[in-house]
C-alpha cells in the first residue's frame, strides 16, 4: 500500500516537509462541466443575463480560488503562482471549464488547478441560478500533471 504523505508514522495529519525538494517547473490542467437549461445556456452565451458577463466574472473567481488554495484546503501549502489560466467551452447542454497552472516551486500545483474550475462554474451557478436552479456541476478532475519528483501523469482514456 502506498504511504499517505499528508499522515506522519502515527497517523496524524501534517503538512509535508517540501523544504529538501528541487525547484522544477510544475504545470496542472484540470476540468469540469456545469449542466444547465437551454434557456440558461443561450443567456450566458449571448450576455443577457441579469447579473453581467458570467464567464469574464468566472474565470476572474477561478483565477482568485487558485491563488487561495492554501486558505481553504487543509494542508495545501501557499504557492507562488506563476500563471493561472481559466477556459470555458459550450457544450449542448452546459459549459466546460478548464484551468491551467503552472509554477516553478517544489510542490505541484493540482489542488490549486481543481479549485479554479470548481471555483469557476461554483460562480456560474450563481450568476445563472435565477435562470435555471437544477444546474448540475459534475466531472471536475485532474487531465495532466507534469513536473516534480513523480514525473508527468496524464488521464488515462476512458
Not at 450568476?127 to 495532466?144: H, Q
Amino acid at each position: 500500500m502506498t504511504k499517505l504523505t499528508h499522515l506522519d508514522e502515527s497517523g496524524a495529519a501534517h503538512m509535508v516537509d517540501v523544504s529538501a525538494k528541487a525547484d522544477t517547473v510544475r504545470e496542472a490542467v484540470a476540468e469540469g462541466r456545469i449542466q444547465m437549461s437551454a434557456n440558461a445556456l443561450q443567456a450566458i452565451v449571448e450576455g443577457s443575463a441579469k447579473k453581467g458577463d458570467v464567464l469574464a466574472t468566472a474565470r476572474i473567481a477561478g483565477i482568485m480560488a487558485a491563488k487561495k488554495t492554501s486558505e481553504l484546503i487543509p494542508l495545501c501549502h501557499p504557492l507562488l503562482l506563476s500563471k493561472i489560466a481559466v477556459d470555458f467551452t459550450f457544450e449542448s447542454d452546459g459549459i466546460r471549464a478548464t484551468s491551467r497552472v503552472r509554477l516553478t516551486g517544489q510542490t505541484g500545483v493540482e489542488m490549486e488547478a481543481m479549485t479554479a474550475v470548481s471555483v469557476a462554474l461554483l460562480t456560474i451557478y450563481d450568476m445563472a441560478k435565477a435562470l435555471d436552479k437544477g444546474m448540475t456541476i459534475t466531472e471536475i478532475r485532474l487531465l495532466t500533471k507534469s513536473g516534480g519528483k513523480s514525473g508527468d501523469w496524464v488521464r488515462p482514456a476512458c
